[in-house]
């Protein structure tokens, strides 16, 4: 793997292209190709917001702590190091983890969970998603395992929107990225 360097101001224009660029796309296919329901009545979803937002963050929050404990296990372990470096020396502040995360959520969901998901599945969704993010490499094994759970957990939060709202995972997107990103930046 490559080793780069990610700083804050990085971080901030991949956030906020995320937030933009992914969050338009989305409201486009969901405005323009689906039939079924609009971005409202899938923001609105089966539960309020405040139920929405609290699955959503109970969701996150459990798969990041599922996702950390594998993480350090010694054979995943080479893998949080990559991601550590990627950020070593860097000065991102937890302000910068809460906007990367926040930007994740919306955006990523938006597109990802509420236009594309209609079209090709969960699962499609899931494994497409997590591609994107270069996880399902068949040239690293520890990196390919990696992504075989990130698929898993993607789809965990394709059945929450489809289940509890768009919102929910947008919620859940986001609590399990600020405490993926805490536990590679501030863990020793």
Known sequence: MDSMQINRKILFFLSLFTLVIFSLAGLGI????????TVIQLMAGSQTWLW???YGLGYGLGIALIAIS???????????????????????????????????????ELLFRGGLQYFLGIWITAIIFVAIHGYLNPNNSKLFVYGLLMVLLSAG????????GLVSAMAGHAMFDVVMFCHLIYKK
């Open 70 to 108: 594998l993480v350090e296990t010694p054979f995943l372990r080479p893998v949080t190091a990559y991601f550590r470096t990627l950020f070593k020396h860097t000065e991102i502040k937890f302000i910068d983890i809460l906007f990367a995360s926040l930007s994740a959520g919306i955006g990523e």
């Open 30 to 37: 969901i405005h323009f190709f689906r039939e079924d329901k």
């Open 52 to 54: 929405q937002i609290v």
């Open 157 to 164: 939060l394709g059945y929450l929107c489809d289940y509890v």
